[in-house]
Every structure is written in C-alpha cells, then in structure tokens.
C-alpha cells in the first residue's frame, strides 16, 4: 500500500485549519494543523512532511523564520507561505529564502490545489534527485515596488529568486512601468548590495559620448577630454550595472558589451591597457528584441547573453487593482517630498483612475498624482482634481507631436498652479519655479532624453542642459 502524503499547514485561524483540511485531505493525502509557529516546527521535526503550508504572521517567531528553521533542518523541505497582507517585501524576502511559492488568501480558493499539486510534483522529482542547492538569506530591500496584483506577486517572486545568482537579467516592459526599480530590487537583494548599482539609460546619450560614458576615456581621447574620466563600468565594479533602454544602444557598442560579458575585460577610450571588471549586468528595454535581431539591428549573440533571465513588467492597464495602491503611495511621497499635508483621495476619483488606460503607464500616474496635489482645493482629492488628458505629455505623446508642455496644460490650471505654489510657499520666485516644474516635467517625460526634452520646451539642448544643472534636476529624475 502507497505511503500518504503528508501536508502541514500552520495558521491561528481554526476556522481556516478546518477549510484547507476539507479541500485537501484524500485517502493518499494526510493533512496535519498546528495553530502556532513552535507547535508546527515540533510538528515537522516528527513527521517531515512532504510540504509545509504556513501563514507569515504567527507566534511565537514569524512564517518566515518558521520556514528558515525548516530548511535548515531539511535543505530540499517544499514551504508554501499565505498571508492576508503580503507586501511587496515580505512576497520578495520570502522567495529569497527559499519559499516554492507565496499565496495572497484572497486567492486561495483558486490557487491552492493548483500550487499544492505542483508543490508535491517538485517533492517527489526532487527525493529522486542527487543534488540540491539551498537557496541563500535574505538582504534587506531598500526601494519600494507597490502591487499587489497576480501580475506584479510573480515579478516580486522571480526577483526574489534571481538575486541570488549573478546571472544576467532581461527586463522588459512599456515605458513607464518600472523597470529600474526593480532592477534596483534586484541588486538589492544580491550579494552585491553592498557594492555600487549605476545606472545608465542608452538612448538618452548620443552615440559619439555612450562609449565614453560606458567605458571612460584617457586624456586626450578626443576634443574635449582635458583628463581621464572613469567610465560606469568601473565605477560599477563588484555591483551592477543597469543598462536602461539597451536595444537603443549602437551596433558598434553592442559588440564591446559583448567582450564584457564574456572576457570581463574592455578598454578606455583611446586607451590601451585592458582593465578587468566584476560587473552584473541588468538591462531593459521597452522594444522586442527578438524583431530586432531578425532586423540586425541589435546583435544576436548580445540578445542571448543578456537574456538569460527575463522578467516582464506588466502594464498599468492590466493591473488596476494597484492603482488604488500606487496613488496612495505616491500622495505620500509627495506630502513627505514638498513638505505639504498629505492628500486623501476620494472613492468616486478611484474610479476614475482605475477607469484609465495609462498609456505612460505607472510614471504618468505619479506625475497625475503630483500635479492633483498642486492643483488641489482641498484635502480631499475628487475627479475634478484630476483632469486626466490634460497632463503634461508622456513619451508617448511627445512622439505624437506635442509642441510644449503648455499645449497640454491650461491657462486656468497654470495660473491655479502658480497661486498654489505661492500659497504655501509665500517667498517663492513664480516665473522660476514655472521653469524649474516645466523642465523637470518635460524630462521626465521623454525618459531623460535631452534632445526630445528641448524640443518639447521649444529650447536648444545647450539651454537645457544650463536649466538642469542650475535646478539641479538630475537628483529628482527617477526614470525606470
């Protein structure tokens, strides 16, 4: 007669004890309970369940420590966590220790026979394996990625399991969306985190300066270079480099990544000593790389070594249910950023978000955000605050002809704006903080492009380039 299988499920709720025994327990299935997080580690140490289903928050210690001492008992235990609140971290940290999967209970009813299958499935083909490798522990994240979506759990779940390798990752995704954050998360839960994340976006430079900016450059190198500059790949030694927008990056350049990868060797411009570097390398790209390759205009053996892992950001339009969250999280960053009161926002303008379809995706939310708080009669934030359509232009729309920002704004809401400003801050110069919001505005949205950025204020490049540095703009861009 077969062995049965054998599920312990911790959680305080008996009442959930009972629904998970009902839904699971069969003639080859034996189901155990333990309402708290000692009595199921007792529990696992006696019977060595084939899986173990535990809630985050118990007592006395945590789901999570509970699944760290069942690991370290056992390296190839199979733990499934559930939680009713599971934040971005807790779903990110939980991965990283180790966890087969992370279940938000409101999913449970659909995902639980599903993820147990598997979880059993994963048991049986790993008792007959030789080998496992536990996976490490976790680091403290530092950036914050809101969602709660079925969509954004699995990309919180692949970053948990990939920081712990060195293998390079793929991020792809519409703008907007958020690639740099989590290629921020990523190298945060890495054992890199210690080290430097550099950042770079590849179609915000021209072709000429790229390599420069990549590499560095001796002295004399070409006009201009009054001294040797230290290019990101060094400054990014023993951490990570995200190459932001790679499949803008010339053909030229994509075969001295190359060299990179595979040698960790590269030169500086107009240099001949070849310096080593230790680098992982994180890209993203809003464009499909494989019809770029089919087009030779990105190279193949590039795509493949930096598509090793690939992770995909959905868009906002196809994760409503974090709206709500994201505006929350974003009227608090800008009460905290500006030094204002912080906002509430109504039902009825929920709606009117959630209604949306964000073709900036999650970028043109916290710019509709931010310009709802400036534009605010009130603490209380309704659809009249939030004139959709009429912010300032995306990508997107800068693509399709937007002149300036003006264009998109009114004379009405840009005289509001201004007695808003002045208001709470009664000693501000008008005329330069109109130019300082429009530049920071027009930046952000063009993803940092400085060509399109002048072109949409109406300015020349040389004029930009004075305004961001005068502004000191470069400290708040957050492009992702």
């Not at 070849?274 to 990105?298: G, H, P």
């Not at 950001?313 to 960053?333: C, G, N, S, V, W």
């Not at 950025?453 to 020349?460: V, W």
């Amino acid at each position: 007669m077969q062995k049965p299988q054998i599920i312990l499920v911790v959680d305080p709720e008996t009442d959930f004890l009972e629904w998970v025994q009902n839904q699971l327990g069969t003639p080859t299935t034996r189901v155990i309970t333990a309402t708290t997080s000692d009595e199921g580690y007792k529990i696992f140490c006696r019977e060595s369940p084939d899986l173990l289903i535990t809630e985050t928050h118990l007592s006395p210690f945590s789901g999570q420590e509970l699944l760290v001492k069942a690991r370290q008992r056992d390296p190839n235990a199979i733990v499934v966590l559930t939680s009713a609140f599971g934040t971005t971290q807790s779903v990110i940290e939980s991965m990283k220790l180790g966890a087969f999967d992370f279940i938000r209970k409101e999913t449970l009813p659909f995902n639980l026979k599903v993820v147990v299958d598997a979880a059993l499935k994963a048991q049986a083909e790993m008792k007959a394996a030789t080998t496992f490798k536990p996976q490490l522990t976790v680091e403290e994240h530092q950036d914050s990625i809101v969602g709660k979506s079925a969509a954004m759990q699995q990309v919180f779940k692949m970053v948990g399991r990939v920081s712990h390798s060195d293998a390079p990752v793929m991020i792809t995704g519409e703008s907007g969306s958020g690639k740099e954050l989590v290629a921020r998360a990523i190298h945060h839960y890495s054992q890199r985190s210690s080290k430097g994340f550099v950042a770079i976006n590849c179609a915000a430079i021209p072709e000429q300066l790229l390599e420069s900016e990549l590499f560095g450059h001796e002295k004399g190198a070409f006009t201009g270079a009054t001294g040797t500059r230290v290019g990101r790949f060094e400054q990014s030694n023993g951490g990570s480099l995200f190459l932001d927008e790679i499949g803008d990056m010339p053909l030229a350049l994509q075969g001295k990544i190359l060299r990179v990868l595979q040698e960790g060797e590269f030169s500086r411009v107009g240099g001949n000593e070849s310096l080593r570097t230790d680098v992982r390398i994180i890209a993203a790209t809003n464009k499909n790389l494989e019809e770029e390759v089919s087009k030779r205009s990105f190279r193949e053996d590039l795509f493949y070594r930096l598509n090793v892992v690939r992770i995909q950001l959905p868009p906002l339009r196809q994760r409503t249910e974090d709206i709500r969250l994201l505006a929350e999280y974003f009227l608090q960053k800008v009460a905290i950023q500006k030094h204002l009161p912080r906002l509430k926002i109504s039902e009825e303008a929920v709606r009117v978000l959630e209604a949306y379809a964000w073709p900036g995706n999650v970028r043109e939310l916290a710019n509709t955000i931010q310009r709802a708080c400036v534009l605010a009669t009130s603490d209380l934030l309704t659809p009249k605050d939030i004139p959709l359509g009429s912010s300032l232009p995306t990508e997107r729309g800068a693509a399709e002809g937007a002149s300036t920002p003006a264009a998109a704004m009114t004379t009405e809401n840009a005289i509001e704006a201004l007695l808003r400003a002045a208001q709470n801050t009664p000693d501000i110069q008008l005329l330069p903080w109109l130019e300082r919001e429009f530049t920071l505005y027009a930046m952000k949205a063009t993803k940092g492009n400085q060509v399109r950025a002048a072109k949409l204020l109406g300015i020349t490049r040389a004029t930009l380039r004075k305004r961001i540095e005068r502004f000191g703009i470069t400290r708040e861009l957050t492009i992702s």
